[in-house]
DNA sequence: TCAATACTTAGCGCAAGAGCTAAGTGATGG
DNA sequence: CCATCACTTAGCTCTTGCGCTAAGTATTGA
């Protein structure tokens, strides 16, 4: 379980950036090139290029060049992988509301002894 | 949908840490106070305070005082819009998908006329 | 072949993050 | 009522994140 824990510090740390998520938002409809990603923020192409590898060493997307056109493309895994974390969360939580409903039907069933 | 992104930011900040998260873990099995939170951790107090203070500001956890002691306590809202935003992705990719199956369906159906 | 295109590299500046120590505050317990 | 406990504040490092400009490289289209 806990060997998740130290792959998911790089992912969160990507998406904690409101740019990089909507990087994520438009590759969620498909590949697109360096210049197309880049074209609606306000920003150097250099400081976005960052956003890019950050995005890429995270592992959330990947890319690769023909000619001089670098095309990035979402991956799935890290993501399942959150969802996955955030499942083992609810799991948690959830055990301890079942525990609390089981106190709580616990003392009740005292009390009407 | 768009208004969630702004608090996202704070949340997969808070998210981005190794003893964030392990706090987080901990106290999905019931609230705990700031020193048993922080036996488990090789850090200074006062360093680890500023996690709790970050958890608290991102909204993840709530705490309050009573005497000397300060509760911590696990907030759902914040990994419910985390969850809503991770849906909102698939969502975009699914429907990605569909449109590519039906793409290579309607290729197919004119292959084989 | 040569200018334009699409990145890419190098390097700077400022703000935040993550850790520390030292010293302070305000309950509790004996 | 005084010592101890449980934080809390102040202030210091060092690193990383996020932006910029200027200049460089490698394709490509005319």
């Known amino acids: 379980m806990d060997y998740h824990s130290e792959i998911l510090t790089p992912i969160?740390?990507?998406?904690?950036?409101?740019?990089?998520?909507?990087?994520?938002?438009?590759?969620?409809?498909?590949?697109?090139?360096?210049?197309?990603?880049?074209?609606?923020?306000?920003?150097?192409?250099?400081?976005?290029?960052?956003?890019?590898?950050?995005?890429e060493e995270s592992g959330l997307i990947n890319t690769h060049k023909h000619g001089r056109i670098r095309t990035c493309t979402l991956e799935r895994k890290p993501f399942q992988m959150v969802e996955a974390w955030l499942a083992q969360?609810?799991?948690?939580?959830?055990?301890?509301?079942?525990?609390?409903?089981?106190?709580?039907?616990?003392q009740h069933t005292k009390e009407t002894e």
């Open 12 to 55: 969160f740390q990507a998406l904690a950036d409101p740019t990089r998520r909507a990087v994520i938002g438009r590759l969620g409809r498909g590949p697109a090139s360096i210049s197309d990603l880049a074209q609606p923020f306000d920003m150097a192409l250099p400081s976005f290029m960052k956003h890019i590898r950050f995005l």
């Open 89 to 106: 969360q609810r799991q948690l939580w959830e055990g301890r509301t079942d525990r609390l409903e089981q106190f709580v039907l616990a």
